[in-house]
C-alpha cells in the first residue's frame, strides 16, 4: 500500500481535492484533502467513493475489434492502422462532414479535447458533439450576443452577496456552487443574509432558503416576465445608472413587456404575486447574486429563458459588479466563439443547428446519422463518454448507430456505446495520467490543477492524445518540423526559442502544435497532456499579464515555465490568476463594451409566451403528467460510476411521486409503477413524496447501466423524445417531458 498522494475528483466540476492509496491500479483509501486551497478539505459521499470508479471490475486493458458479432482482442498497431485507413475512405467518398467526434472530457479530464478537436479538424470536419451542448448552448448563445463572446459567462459572486438566487438549481446536491454545503449553511449565518430558490421540487436547497418559489413545471418564462414587469413598473427598482452606463438596448426591448399582467402569470405559476413581488424586490435592491441550472437550461423554453434571465439581472445592475454575478479567470475558455451571422459557422445538415460555442447538441447526432443527406454522419468517434445512457431518446441512438459505417469508441470500461462499437480503445482513467479540467470559474482568484497520476495502469490503455496524435501521423496531417526539436525538448527554454522560430516561419505549423508539442516535448516528459499544459502556459502570461501579477507573478518570457514548473510540483492547484474586482466589466468583448440586450431574433418568442399561451400549452390529454428526467442525488454520478455496489441497499432509483396523485393512481409508496411517454415506457419502484409537485414525477439520471451482466435501475433516457427540445440550440427539455403513468 502507497503512502497518501493527493489528487482530485473528477466526478463533477467541483474536482474537489482528494488524498488516496493505491497498490497497482487500485485505489484503496480515500480521504478529503485538507490542504487543497480550492477545496478546502471538502468532498462529499461521491468523491469519497470514488475507488468504485477506478477499481471497476469491467475496465478495459487492451484494443478490441468486433468480428463477426464478438469483440477480439488486436494489437494498437493494427487497430489504429484500420481506423486511420476507414476514416480516411470516408472522408475520400462522402466529405469530411461525413465524420463526428464525440468527446470533451467529462468533468475530470479536459486534454483529450485538445487533441480529439484538433484531430477532427485535420479531417476538415467541424462535428464536435459535446455535453456542454446537452445543457448549456442556448444559454451560451445568449452570453455571446449579451457579452461579445459566448464563452463569457458571470458565475456568481457569493461571498460578496447578501441574496442568493437559485433557480432550477440545487447546489446542496449538484455543487452548482463548489462546497456548497458548507458554503450555505456559513452563508445562513451572515446576519441579513436571505436564500431564494425557484423550483418546483422541493429540493434539498429549498429546504435551507427563506424563500422557496414553488412554481408550476413549465412556467419559469412566464415568471421571469412578470418579475421584469415588476421591475419595470414598480418604483425604485431599475439601477437606471447601470443601465444608462453599462447597457445597450433597455429602451428598445421596454416595451416588449408593456402587457404582462403580473397577478395573470403568477396564477398560471401557481404562485402568490405578494411572493413574487417580495423577492423581486429583494432581488432588485440587495446585493443579488443569481445560480440558475438545468432547471431553467432544460426546462421548457429553454434558451428564452436564459435571455429573460439576462434582461432581469441587467434591469437590476447585478452583472459584473461585487456581490453579483461576476466574470471569472480561467487558463483556457471552455469553447470558441461561434456566431450563427458568420458564414464559417456550420450547421448541422438535417435539422440545421448552428455550432455554439464551437460545438454541435448530442440531442440531434441521431437524426444527422439516420437520413439521406449525401453528407449525413457515418464515421464516429465516441471518447470517454456514453451516449446510450446520456443523451436523450436511446431508441434513436441505437437505430442510428446501427447504420454508422465506422464507431469507434475510446473508454476506460466497456460502456452501452463501447458494445455497439466497431473497435473499442482502452484509455487511462484520470487516476493513471496527468489531466485537468478547465473549469476555473472562481472568482477572484483561480487556480489550475493538473493532477498526476496516481495509479498504476493495467493492461495497455493510453492517454487519448496518444490516439489522436498517432492517427494524425497516419493520416500525414503533422506538419514537418526539425527533427532537433525533439532533443531540444530537454532544455525547454531553448525548446520554446525554436518553437516560435518554427512558427514565425511557418505560420500554418500553428494550429498543428498541440500534435507538434507531443511528439517533442510530450515524449520527453512522457505525457502528452503534459505538453499542452506546457503550451497553454507559455501563452498564458501574455495574454492576462494583470490576472498574472494579481496572482504573484513577473509577466516576462519565462513566467509560463514557473507557473508551469510550480503545477506540476503542486497536485491539488496552484494560483495562477486574480481577476480584476474593481472593473470586472472590462471583460466583456461587445465593441461598444456595454451589455448587450436588445436580441431583436428573440422579441416574437418573448411575446408569444402568454398566460392564455401557456395554460393550452401545459395541457396534454394524452400525456397528462410531466417528468423530472434526471436529477442530481448523492447516489448519482451521470454514469460514470458504473458498479452498483457504491449504493448497495439504498433506494437509488425510484420515481418520486406526490402522494396526491399517487393516492388518485392508486399507487402505493414501493409499488412497481409503469411510465410511458411518446419515446418509451419504463417500469420502476414508486416513492411516495411531496418533494415532488403535483403532476410530476422524477426519475434520476445516470442509471440503467449494465454491470455484471445486469442492468442496474432505469435508464430515463429511453424515456425523452429527442423532439422534445429547444427550437434554437437543441437543448432536450429533461425537465418537462410529458408522460402518463399507471401501476404496474
Ligand atoms: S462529486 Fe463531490 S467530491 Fe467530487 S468534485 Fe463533486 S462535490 Fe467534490
Known amino acids: 500500500m502507497s503512502e497518501w498522494k493527493k489528487t482530485s475528483c473528477v466526478l463533477c466540476f467541483s474536482n474537489c481535492g482528494l488524498e488516496v492509496t493505491t497498490e497497482g491500479s487500485k485505489i484503496l483509501k480515500v480521504r478529503a484533502d485538507k490542504d487543497n486551497p480550492r477545496s478546502h478539505g471538502y468532498i462529499c459521499r461521491k468523491g469519497a467513493n470514488i475507488a468504485y470508479f477506478q477499481n471497476n471490475p469491467e475496465r478495459l486493458k487492451y484494443p478490441l475489434k468486433k468480428v463477426g458479432g464478438r469483440f477480439e482482442r488486436i494489437s494498437w498497431k493494427q487497430v489504429l492502422d484500420e481506423i486511420a485507413a476507414k476514416l480516411k475512405e470516408i472522408v475520400e467518398r462522402h466529405g469530411p462532414r461525413s465524420v463526428a467526434y464525440m468527446g470533451g472530457g467529462g468533468q475530470g479530464c479536459h486534454f483529450e479535447a485538445a487533441f480529439g ?48 438566487v437559485f433557480w432550477g438549481a440545487n447546489p446542496m446536491v449538484s455543487h452548482d456552487i463548489p462546497q456548497a454545503p458548507v458554503v450555505l449553511r456559513n452563508k445562513k449565518k451572515e446576519a441579513g443574509f436571505k436564500l431564494a430558490v425557484v423550483d418546483p421540487r422541493v429540493s434539498e436547497t429549498a429546504k435551507l432558503a427563506d424563500i422557496h418559489l414553488r412554481l408550476k413545471p413549465g412556467t419559469d418564462a412566464l415568471l421571469l416576465k412578470a418579475m421584469i414587469k415588476i421591475l419595470l413598473t414598480e418604483e425604485g427598482l431599475l439601477d437606471k445608472e447601470y ?80 456581490g453579483g454575478n461576476v466574470f471569472a479567470g480561467h487558463l483556457m475558455p471552455m469553447g470558441s466563439h461561434t456566431p450563427e451571422e458568420d458564414p464559417k459557422t456550420w ?74 462499437s466497431h473497435y473499442v480503445l482502452p484509455a487511462r482513467t484520470g487516476y493513471e495520467k496527468w489531466d485537468g479540467t478547465f473549469f476555473q470559474w472562481m472568482y477572484p482568484e483561480y487556480y489550475f490543477d493538473m493532477r498526476p497520476p496516481v495509479a498504476e495502469p493495467e493492461g495497455e490503455p493510453v492517454e487519448e492524445a496518444q490516439i489522436y496524435v498517432e492517427l494524425a501521423e497516419r493520416l500525414g496531417m503533422i506538419p514537418d518540423y526539425p527533427p532537433e526539436l525533439r532533443e531540444k525538448a530537454k532544455d525547454r527554454v ?40 506546457w503550451g497553454l502556459l507559455a501563452r498564458f502570461p501574455m495574454m492576462h499579464p494583470e490576472d498574472v501579477t494579481r496572482a504573484g507573478y513577473k509577466p516576462g518570457p519565462l513566467t509560463g515555465e514557473e507557473i508551469f514548473n510550480k503545477i506540476v510540483k503542486t497536485p491539488g492547484g496552484v494560483k495562477i490568476g486574480v481577476v480584476d474586482t474593481e472593473s470586472n466589466l472590462n471583460a466583456l468583448k461587445t465593441p461598444d463594451k456595454r451589455i448587450h440586450i436588445r436580441f431583436p431574433e428573440m422579441e416574437s418568442w418573448v411575446k408569444e409566451v402568454t398566460p392564455a399561451s401557456e395554460e393550452a400549452a401545459l395541457v396534454n390529454k394524452n400525456f397528462p403528467m410531466i417528468l423530472m428526467a434526471g436529477n442530481h442525488m448523492e447516489m448519482v454520478a451521470n454514469s460514470i460510476m458504473r458498479d452498483p455496489a457504491w449504493n448497495e441497499g439504498r433506494r437509488y432509483c425510484t420515481m418520486r411521486i406526490h402522494p396526491e396523485d399517487a393516492g388518485k393512481l392508486g399507487i402505493a409508496d414501493k409499488d412497481l409503477a409503469l411510465i410511458e411517454t411518446e419515446a418509451g415506457s419504463a417500469t420502476v419502484e414508486a416513492e411516495v413524496t411531496e418533494s415532488s409537485h403535483k403532476g410530476q414525477v422524477v426519475i434520476p439520471h445516470g442509471f440503467g447501466l449494465v454491470h455484471g451482466g445486469k442492468a442496474h435501475g432505469v435508464n430515463v433516457n429511453r424515456l425523452a423524445p429527442a423532439q422534445n427540445r429547444d427550437r434554437f440550440a437543441a437543448t432536450p427539455l429533461h425537465r418537462y417531458i410529458p408522460c402518463r403513468v399507471r401501476k404496474a
Not at 423581486?280 to 437550461?297: F, M, N, Q, V
Not at 514565425?504 to 507531443?518: S, T
Open 117 to 164: 478537436v484538433r484531430f477532427l479538424h485535420g479531417l476538415g470536419s467541424k462535428n464536435h458533439y459535446s455535453p456542454l451542448a446537452q445543457e448549456l448552448t442556448g444559454y451560451f448563445w445568449v452570453q455571446g450576443k449579451a457579452f461579445g463572446r459566448q464563452y463569457l459567462h458571470p458565475v456568481p459572486d457569493i461571498a460578496g452577496s447578501n441574496f442568493m
Open 243 to 322: 443601465l444608462t452606463g453599462k447597457v445597450n438596448g433597455f429602451e428598445e426591448i421596454k416595451d416588449w413587456f408593456d402587457d404582462v399582467n403580473i397577478e395573470d402569470n403568477c396564477r398560471v405559476c401557481g404562485l402568490e404575486p405578494g411572493q413574487v413581488r417580495e423577492f423581486a424586490r429583494l432581488l432588485a435592491t440587495r446585493k443579488s447574486a443569481w445560480r440558475s441550472d438545468l432547471g431553467i437550461l432544460m426546462g421548457r423554453h429553454s434558451t428564452l429563458n436564459s435571455y429573460l434571465e439576462l434582461i432581469l439581472l441587467a434591469l437590476a445592475g447585478r452583472i459584473g459588479v461585487t
Open 347 to 420: 450547421r448541422t445538415v438535417a435539422t440545421n443547428i448552428p455550432l455554439i460555442m464551437g460545438v454541435f447538441p448530442p440531442n440531434v447526432m441521431p437524426e444527422e446519422i439516420d437520413n439521406d443527406h449525401p453528407q449525413r454522419i457515418r464515421a464516429v468517434i465516441v471518447s470517454g463518454s456514453n451516449p446510450l445512457r446520456s443523451y436523450a431518446d436511446t431508441n434513436a441512438y441505437e437505430r442510428a448507430f446501427a447504420k454508422l459505417d465506422l464507431l469507434v469508441t475510446v473508454e476506460v470500461a466497456m460502456t452501452e456505446t463501447a458494445v455497439l
Open 494 to 533: 531553448s525548446y520554446g526559442a525554436a518553437l516560435m522560430k518554427l512558427v514565425q516561419a511557418n505560420p500554418k505549423a500553428a494550429p498543428w502544435l498541440p500534435f507538434i508539442l507531443a511528439k517533442t516535448l510530450g515524449e520527453e516528459l512522457g505525457s502528452k497532456n503534459l505538453s499542452a499544459l
